[in-house]
């Protein structure tokens, strides 16, 4: 890949600029995309189906301009196209959710913890926190789920 293509980042509305701050903080020398799918917000009603039908058209959008990593900045995304978004990119770009970060914090520094999730009515019911909690086998997992 070239370090000159873009980072593209995907939300259902403009809650994914807070992401594309962050990565900007982190990497100062990259250029970003950011598509705000404000046309079918809030994805945390929608079905399973047309999420990833709009992650995938998004993801589309983002290969024809040339991104080298596709950061999904939604849970509600994250959580219901992922899996098929990485599939349908291939290997044009690396595709990143912003789930496995959470996860990976919460196992490194709440241990035996209770943890609070708000969220979408579809990241919650969707259980991917408790069952990527779970994967990484946190001793004690304790999930208060509020919508």
Known sequence: MDKNQPIGIFDSGIGGLTVA????????????IYFGDTAHLPYGDKSTAAIQAYAVKICDVLIKHN???ILIACNSASSAAYQLSKEYVGSKAKVINVIDPVISYLGDHFENKTIGLIGTKKTVNSNVYQFRLRFRKIKRRTITFCQ
């Open 67 to 69: 991104c080298k990593a």
């Open 21 to 32: 701050y962050a990565v900007k903080h982190v990497l100062p020398n990259e250029n970003i």
